[in-house]
């Protein structure tokens, strides 16, 4: 079995319902695809999904959370890094542009669409090296 480097994000109680945005997402994509085409759909797309979704009862009340893969920075953080090479924006734009036809040709509307909601994709695998104990330490 080969490692690979997942994040979990956890939603508030009071955010965790049957209807918020990633539970959403999952659905529709299981709905469209099934569940062993789930990670097929997600690599091949300008969006992620979530890989598995799951509850979990705390004294603050259930949270639902979300098994991802690991993204890069954020969009925001990144642009002093895209600079003026009108190659790079221009398929940034292009993916961006994708991932909302996508959503949109599943019913699905981003309402906070913005570039600090806008996550880099890494290169398969360039985290697989990584120690458990360098992962905890790294800088955030």
């Given at each position: 079995m080969r490692k690979a480097w997942r994040a979990v994000k956890i939603y508030t109680a009071d955010q965790s319902s049957d209807d918020c945005a990633d539970a959403m997402v999952a659905g529709l994509f299981r709905s469209k695809g099934g569940e062993s085409d789930l990670k097929l759909q997600a690599s091949c797309r300008s969006i992620t999904v979530p890989l598995d979704t799951f509850c979990r009862d705390s004294p603050n009340g259930r949270h639902f959370c979300s098994v991802q893969p690991v993204l890069g920075p954020r969009l925001s953080d990144w642009r002093s890094e895209i600079g003026t090479d009108?190659?790079?924006?221009?398929?940034?734009?292009?993916?961006?542009?994708?991932?909302?036809?996508?959503?949109?040709?599943?019913?699905?509307?981003?309402?906070?669409?913005?570039?600090?909601?806008?996550?880099?994709?890494?290169?398969?695998?360039?985290?697989?090296d990584i120690s458990e104990e360098d992962m905890r330490h790294s800088p955030r």
């Open positions: 009108s190659a790079r924006v221009n398929d940034l734009c292009r993916q961006m542009v994708e991932g909302l036809r996508d959503l949109h040709q599943m019913g699905i509307c981003h309402n906070d669409f913005r570039r600090q909601n806008i996550l880099m994709k890494l290169q398969p695998g360039c985290l697989n």
